[in-house]
């Protein structure tokens, strides 16, 4: 069962892949918000990766896939951080569009990447995992403990997320971020270890529709400026 809703999942970013690339194809440009598409690519990654080891079977092949998924996760997740401090840049709060919120910004993802790879990703022990129908391989040798980087990033996005919805009435970001982390804090009462990851599909559409929210704002005040007087 839970092989068809890591496939669900998978469909449902790339659906979120493409919004991403058509708001940036809109925009006739990147910007550092983008990088949440980074993340987005990945999570296709792992979930079709993970949606598909039940057929693919257990050896180095699926070992290999899944090993791909601990790096991906250490040099893609920190990006949202960068991502939190550019949605700040473009509320116009002045603060953040000091050269040091960068750098802060710069050396706190660096740091959550370099976390990541020397507890995560370089000490991984791979063993295979069935749970519900899927089958993947987890770390034996997963680190004990809160998972500092994913709650840094959090609180990045939170912050992000107040600071939108005071200055520009946009909440959304904020309740997303809320909703992921009480719902990775519970155990849901059903026979599934996929059902949770919605919360981190949740997250990632807030961050999706707030870069869209703050290109629709951009594009309004640029044709504000072009009008007539």
Do not use: C, K
Request: hydrophobic share 60%; net charge neutral.
């Amino acid at each position: 069962m839970d092989s068809f809703i890591f496939l669900g999942f998978a469909v449902a970013y790339l659906a979120l892949l493409t919004w991403g690339i058509s708001s940036v194809a809109r925009r006739r440009r990147a910007v550092v918000s983008d990088l949440s598409l980074l993340v987005v690519l990945g999570l296709v990654y792992d979930n079709t990766v993970i949606g598909l080891g039940a057929m693919i079977g257990e050896g180095a092949a699926l070992e290999g896939l899944n090993s791909a998924r601990y790096w991906m996760h250490a040099f893609l997740t920190p990006l949202l951080v960068l991502v939190a401090w550019h949605v700040l840049f473009r509320t116009g709060a002045r603060w953040a569009r000091n050269v040091w919120a960068a750098v802060v910004a710069l050396g706190v993802t660096a740091a959550l990447i370099a976390y990541e790879i020397v507890v995560g990703a370089l000490p991984v022990q791979l063993a295979a995992d069935w749970e519900y129908g899927a089958l993947s391989y987890g770390n034996e040798n997963a680190p004990s403990g809160p998972p500092i980087m994913v709650l840094v990033v959090a609180a990045a996005l939170l912050a992000a997320g107040i600071v939108v919805w005071v200055r520009e009435r946009w909440a959304w970001l904020t309740m997303v971020t809320v909703l992921m982390v009480a719902g990775s804090a519970i155990t849901l009462p059903v026979p599934s270890a996929a059902v949770v990851n919605a919360f981190e599909l949740i997250l990632l559409v807030g961050v999706v529709a707030t870069v869209a929210h703050q290109d629709r704002n951009a594009a309004r005040h640029a044709d504000e400026i072009r009008e007539p007087r």
